[in-house]
């Protein structure tokens, strides 16, 4: 099975531009969460989504948006970008199960240099 | 709000020797907790996870230990190798939610 991939793998932009990241799942993956990795605030949850439905948001602000399509392939926009979103940004996949704990895999990410 | 505390930061361990790397949560509500391993231009890895219903679960040279009391969790890697040199994440999550949340991460070098 592929892993779950993410493109561009390197993005470059400047102060007030907006960007579009995407995120394939593994196949038959459902569940699709992204995080911002940075040096000083580590891994951290943006949100996550199942079915086409965003579930669970973390604490970012409205800025930061996503969506997940019917094949389950997810977008994560950050608009009116700011220097401190320079960071890289990783989605993870997992099916879902009700009985037991659901592994999630990452991808390489996406490394946003904002200017 | 940082839940989950992680340290050290940064670990040097001699080849063949145990690296220990120690996390503590203040959530009570959470019930599951992996081992996130990552290489530089790679994203994390699990390694190995545990439930709060056993105190230990090995496989191969990793190995999870719980106190649930103390709300603390930590991995021991026995005969250290130098390709297990990366950055180690301890994270918790809640069942049926997808949402981790990490440690600060402890950068490990295993030296000859």
């Known amino acids: 099975k592929a892993g779950v991939t993410q493109t561009p793998r390197y993005l470059i932009k400047t102060r007030g531009q907006q960007v579009t990241l995407s995120c394939s799942p593994i196949?038959?993956?459902?569940?699709v969460s992204w995080y911002q990795q940075t040096p000083g605030q580590g891994l951290q949850f943006l949100f996550e989504?199942?079915?086409?439905?965003?579930?669970n948001k973390g604490n970012f602000p409205g800025r930061f948006s996503g969506r997940q399509f019917s094949n389950s392939r997810s977008e994560m926009n950050v608009s009116t970008l700011e220097l401190g979103d320079s960071a890289l940004y990783l989605c993870?996949?997992?099916?879902?199960?009700?009985?037991?704990?659901?592994?999630?895999?990452f991808g390489p990410g996406t490394r946003l240099t904002v200017l | 709000q940082q839940q989950v505390k992680q340290s050290p930061q940064s670990l040097i361990v001699q080849k063949g020797g145990i690296s220990i790397i120690n996390c503590a949560y203040e959530?009570?509500?959470?019930?599951?907790f992996p081992w996130y391993q990552q290489f530089p231009g790679k994203g994390p890895a699990l390694l190995i996870a545990i439930r709060p219903d056993v105190s230990e679960k090995k496989e191969g040279r990793f190995t999870i230990s719980f106190n649930k009391s103390a709300k603390q969790f930590s991995l021991h890697i026995m005969d250290s190798q130098p390709g297990d040199s990366a950055t180690y994440f301890c994270a918790a999550k809640n069942f049926g939610n997808e949402k981790l949340t990490f440690g600060t991460g402890t950068r490990l070098t295993i030296i000859p």
């Open positions: 993870a996949s997992s099916q879902i199960s009700t009985t037991t704990y659901n592994e999630q895999f």
């Open positions: 989504y199942f079915s086409e439905t965003q579930r």
């Open positions: 959530n009570t509500a959470f019930d599951y």
């Open positions: 196949s038959g993956h459902r569940s």
